[in-house]
């Protein structure tokens, strides 16, 4: 009881041992740092411009001078990989976050007024899934138009319910525990509990919820890309560089074109839900 | 009667609407809580007294209201708080709450914050209520827990709930409680949920408290030992009446009300030797939604005559404090 090397909290070390000897998970979040440690400091891997045109490299099959090769204007494919990356990544984890925020935010309001404002809101997040989300994407993309942070806006708008949801239930059952009931029998406020017990208590499922929906904003990121309604295709990102490769003789001959960031895009979603999977696991209670 | 009273409670009614019942849990309840002692609240499950002590502190669920009575709390200044007229909510309730009267509940495994460490709780009772440091209020809660038993309570400071068993709970419990000092601790079937050996522990734990402190205690029991082990005075709660109150002596010595004979009939006693089986009391409690006419234990009563069940009995005072409420000892009382 009294060592000295005692941890602070051996539910958190239990919790990380669970993690940690969760292989799948570690790979997925191995593949998913690499990839971001990768994108996030792309200047130090590669020396190449990704918006560079140089016609006179086009259609290069990989070397050790372009180790992807060149596309059909001359841009390095690996260079542009590395920092399309970047942007996909962001518009993910960024989305991911501010879609949680949100939901935290609005559950949180919903779970601790309840009544009328809790119907409207539940209502509201109902109407927003009630639509399959790649078409209230896309008629979104109609009225905003293209641009990372169009992009940020629009999956905001189709992701916080999922988080809503969680948030609210989980807060409508915390509220009937014990320990609210204790807390207001040593006179604490209402808003003291909500934010100082009930939330603490709401917030596990929201991290793997914004584990796996970046996966799904970097899916929806590179879809839309493809298509052309996502970010200008000036911009490089992942899903940019599949729709430069939409050609068929490029398909045919350079399949590392297309192969290349697909296999980016699958690897980092994989990764992430791999991650989420063991995240799940842990915060799992019936386990 | 005297002016050491702390807590007054006066034909304290309060109603629950379930769907399109309306469930009485207590009615008419008066009693007075004197400082400095214990008070037992007894009854068998779903009486009202868990009621009577939530109504106390208006910490009702929200289908239930205090439709009757009064309930009076006199501060360390005299003055009287009328406590069912506060807002439930309100800032002089949630002053009063935690500050001067507190409460502990049944089930000490559900009644703390899993994310929390134990010390951060019991502080922040203590910092909502007084304005003082961080490092006082460290101080403070250590020498708390310490009081209460916990032999290296710097260390346990930082301990989450799970780290305790139910019995240190029930104790971490006790020290949120009296953290503050309060001037009135409301117990709520504080060892319930607890076996046995950890039961006593727990007991006399809150007795010395109660001694060193000189905090005014109600205990909710259903356990007759417990109140003979702990409590001055007692109320014993059928259906949401106090039909029996009166201090330990009169109560266990000379019990009145049918209903307490048979409570007390029901006690195992360990040295009363040979094979005396327990009695039970026949019969179940009745359905709070129904009216009853008469008495609402005449039904499982020995002794039911034939006013018990066509009139409401009223309280007959046997002597000095001791009063019940049974058709009985109608002609001996004065107050008939």
């Known amino acids: 009881m009294g060592s000295k090397n005692r941890v602070k909290s051996s539910l958190m070390r239990r919790n990380l041992h669970k993690l940690l000897s969760n292989r799948l998970a570690l790979v997925g979040l191995g593949i998913v740092l690499l990839l971001v440690v990768l994108s996030a400091f792309a200047p130090l891997f590669t020396k190449y411009d990704p918006s560079f045109i140089d016609v006179s490299q086009r259609l290069q099959k990989p070397s050790m001078e372009h180790l992807l090769g060149t596309d059909n204007v001359g841009r390095d494919l690996f260079a542009r990989l590395l920092y399309g990356g970047r942007v996909s990544i962001f518009i993910g984890i960024v989305s991911a976050l501010i879609a949680a925020a949100v939901g935290i935010i609005i559950g949180s309001v919903s779970g601790y007024f309840g009544g009328k404002i809790d119907m409207v809101l539940l209502y509201i997040s109902e109407i927003v899934m009630s639509f399959p989300s790649m078409i209230l994407v896309l008629v979104l993309v109609g009225f905003l138009g293209q641009g990372i942070l169009n992009l940020i806006i ?25 320990f609210v009931e204790s807390c207001r029998a040593s006179g604490i406020g209402g808003a003291s509990i909500m934010f100082n017990h009930l939330l603490p208590n709401a917030l596990g499922p929201v991290v793997v919820i914004i584990t796996l929906s970046t996966g799904g904003y970097v899916l929806a990121e590179a879809g839309l890309s493809f298509i052309g309604l996502g970010v200008a295709s000036s911009v490089p990102t992942w899903g940019n560089i599949i729709n430069a490769a939409r050609n068929l003789r490029i398909m045919q001959n350079f399949p590392a074109l297309w192969v290349a960031p697909g296999v980016a895009i699958s690897l980092f979603s994989l990764g992430l839900s791999f991650f989420g999977d063991g995240l799940r696991d842990v915060f799992d209670p019936e386990e | 009667m005297n002016e050491e009273i702390i807590l007054k409670v006066e034909n304290l009614q309060t109603k629950f609407r379930v769907g399109k019942r309306i469930v009485h849990a207590v009615n008419d309840v008066s009693f007075e809580l004197k400082k400095g002692t214990m008070l037992g609240i007894v009854g068998e499950s779903g009486c009202g007294k868990s009621v009577t002590a939530h109504s106390i502190m208006k910490l009702l669920p929200k289908n239930g209201s205090i439709t009757g009575g009064k309930v009076k709390y006199y501060d360390n200044n005299g003055k009287a708080h009328i406590l069912n007229e506060y807002d439930r909510n309100s800032k002089e309730l949630r002053t009063i709450r935690g500050k001067e009267i507190s409460m502990i509940f049944q089930d000490p495994l559900a009644s703390l914050d899993p994310v929390y460490t134990i010390g951060s709780q019991i502080s922040e009772n203590l ?53 503050c000092n309060p001037n009135i601790l409301i117990a709520d079937e504080p060892t319930t949920a607890l076996d046995v050996t950890i039961q006593a522990q727990i007991l006399t734990l809150m007795s010395k408290m109660q001694k060193t402190h000189g905090t005014s205690t109600i205990l909710i029991t259903h356990n007759m030992g417990i109140v003979a082990e702990t409590c001055d005075e007692v109320a014993v709660i059928y259906m949401g009446r106090i039909v029996e109150f009166g201090n330990l002596e009169q109560i266990f010595n000379t019990p009145m009300h049918p209903y307490t004979k048979a409570l007390l009939k029901s006690v195992p006693v360990l040295s009363s030797g040979g094979e005396k089986r327990l009695e039970y009391i026949p019969g179940a409690t009745p359905d709070g939604s129904e009216v009853i006419k008469g008495c609402a234990f005449a039904d499982r009563c020995k002794h039911t005559m034939e006013i018990c069940r066509t009139k409401q009995p009223v309280e007959s005072i046997v002597d000095g404090s001791h009063r019940v409420l049974c058709w009985l000892y109608d002609k001996g009382g004065k107050n008939a």
């Not at chain 2, 961080?134 to 020498?143: G, Q």
């Not at chain 2, 019995?167 to 949120?176: E, F, L, P």
């Open chain 1, 154 to 178: 629009i999956f905001t708008v189709v992701g916080w319910p999922s988080t809503y949801r969680i948030i609210r239930s989980r807060i409508l059952s915390l509220r009937e525990e014990l």
């Open chain 2, 127 to 179: 910092r909502e209520h007084e304005n003082i440091s961080k490092k006082e209020a460290f101080d403070r809660v250590v020498s708390m827990l310490f009081e209460l038993g916990f032999s290296n309570p710097e260390e346990r400071y930082y301990d989450y709930p799970h780290n305790f068993s139910g019995g240190m709970k029930q104790r971490v419990m006790i020290a949120i409680a009296m953290i």
